[in-house]
């Protein structure tokens, strides 16, 4: 079974720093790994979605690797703002799932202050 | 309404109560799931429908009854609900089971609080 951790559980910064959030997952075959950003008591926001065949996407300020065969991905995040916190998550999709089926991890919370 | 609806956003019930969650998506999706995220737990996949069949039930007990009436519309039936079944669900829709690159897209979840 799919196992994903997230490391840090909880990072607090102040504003303007340059972050990395660190995700693992225990089987490299994967269709593709997601990351999204949870607000407090809210439904969760698609940030970025990498493919196997990809090293990474860039959207905006953010940044996302993947190396797959060491089961790693980080999440970029330049130049943090107070808008930014939130809880970020990363999921995997495995190969060999047809169900759509998502590995989730626990999560990372984020607090920028200002 | 664009994306993925979710109603109601916020329920409080007793463990004798019947209810049902709502979620809609207008995305024109294929595929639509439930997931359950506990405070101390990943978020879990309950159901996962296609095509308005159910593909997947990961093991959830029988007080949590889905429906999948058309492509567009998924609910999930509560009834004789536990404490510990206090959680926020989430519905997510894909283009389909069969696309591997399909993202999921969340709607903004129903607090569900069982006293």
């Known amino acids: 079974k799919q196992e994903v951790t997230q490391i840090p559980a909880a990072l607090s910064v102040p504003e303007g720093e340059n972050l990395v959030l660190n995700c693992s997952f225990t089987d490299s075959a994967i269709y593709n790994l997601q990351w999204f950003r949870q607000d407090p008591g809210k439904g969760l926001t698609s940030l970025l979605l990498?493919?196997?065949?990809?090293r990474e996407q860039t959207s905006g300020r953010l940044n996302a690797s993947l190396d797959k065969s060491s089961g790693r991905s980080t999440l970029y995040i330049a130049a943090s703002q107070p808008g930014d916190s939130a809880t970020y998550l990363c999921?995997?999709?495995?190969?060999?799932?047809?169900?759509?089926?998502?590995?989730f991890g626990r999560g990372t919370q984020l607090t920028v202050w200002p | 309404e664009t994306g993925v609806t979710q109603t109601p956003r916020h329920l409080v019930m007793g463990m004798t109560n019947k209810k049902s969650l709502k979620c809609e998506q207008h995305l024109g999706h294929n595929a639509m799931y439930w997931y359950k995220q506990s405070a101390k737990k990943p978020l879990e996949l309950m159901f996962v429908?296609?095509?308005?069949?159910?593909?997947e039930n990961n093991s959830v007990p029988s007080r949590f009854s889905p429906e999948c009436p058309n492509s567009s519309h998924l609910f999930l039936h509560l009834h004789t609900l536990q404490p510990e079944d206090s959680a926020l669900y989430l519905c997510?829709?894909?283009?389909?089971?069969?696309?591997?690159?399909?993202?999921?897209?969340f709607g903004p979840g129903t607090r569900l609080t069982v006293l």
């Open positions: 997510a829709s894909s283009q389909g089971l069969g696309v591997p690159d399909g993202e999921q897209f």
């Open positions: 999921a995997v999709r495995p190969r060999g799932s047809t169900l759509g089926r998502l590995y």
């Open positions: 990498i493919q196997s065949s990809q």
């Open positions: 429908y296609s095509l308005e069949e159910r593909v």
